[in-house]
């Protein structure tokens, strides 16, 4: 199964150019600028490589791509489609990390735009979150406990909300605690 993304393009383009402040940093959003100039192709939205994953209806033999299904969690989190949804959509703002950015910024919107339904207000692309250097992965193994964070918090309220929350910009590559 595919979804027709090609077909989104100029509609992307011309949203991020009505609403400058769509995905932000400006690096990000010149990324996606140039990703969508090249142009969009087609995507599958279904696998049929491994068994695992949400069903296709009526179609065993495929499970939904991971993206869409995850995408689409957005909405079905705040009750979509029954009423009252929209108390809490379209959301304000999104934020994630720089690595997922083309999944939030051109296939979940285009996905919405096919639904007919508004677009998160904003998309906000953060940097990577280091330890000791590099990026926090849980392949690396350099994750942060979050037992153990919460007990640093317990015990050094004033110096976990400063290095948590200290302002710094986007792309920092900064440890932003230590635990």
């Known amino acids: ?16 150019e009505r ?5 932000a940093p400006r690096s990000r959003k010149n990324e996606v600028v140039s ?4 142009g969009l192709r087609d995507i599958s939205i279904s696998r049929t490589t491994f068994a695992w994953g949400v069903p296709v209806p009526d179609d ?8 869409i299904d995850a995408l689409a969690n957005y909405l ?13 959509w379209p959301a304000n703002v999104h934020v994630m990390g720089k690595d997922i950015l083309r999944f939030h910024a051109v296939y979940w ?14 998309l906000f692309a953060h940097g990577w979150w280091t330890r000791d250097g590099q990026k926090i992965s849980k392949s690396v193994g350099n994750v942060v406990d979050p037992v153990a964070l919460v007990e ?28």
């Open 1 to 16: 199964y595919f979804f027709r993304l090609s077909e989104y393009t100029d509609a992307l383009l011309e949203h991020i």
């Open 109 to 122: 919107p285009a996905m919405l735009l096919a639904a007919g339904l508004p677009l998160p207000q904003r």
């Open 60 to 67: 065993p033999k495929h499970v939904m791509y991971v993206w």
């Open 19 to 23: 609403n400058p402040d769509f995905v």
């Open 152 to 179: 640093e918090v317990r015990q050094n309220t004033r110096g976990a909300r400063a290095a948590v929350g200290r302002p710094r910009p986007s792309g920092a590559r900064r440890s932003p605690a230590r635990v």
């Open 76 to 88: 079905s989190a705040v009750g979509y489609p029954d009423a009252g949804y929209e108390k809490y």
């Open 35 to 38: 990703f969508l100039k090249g």
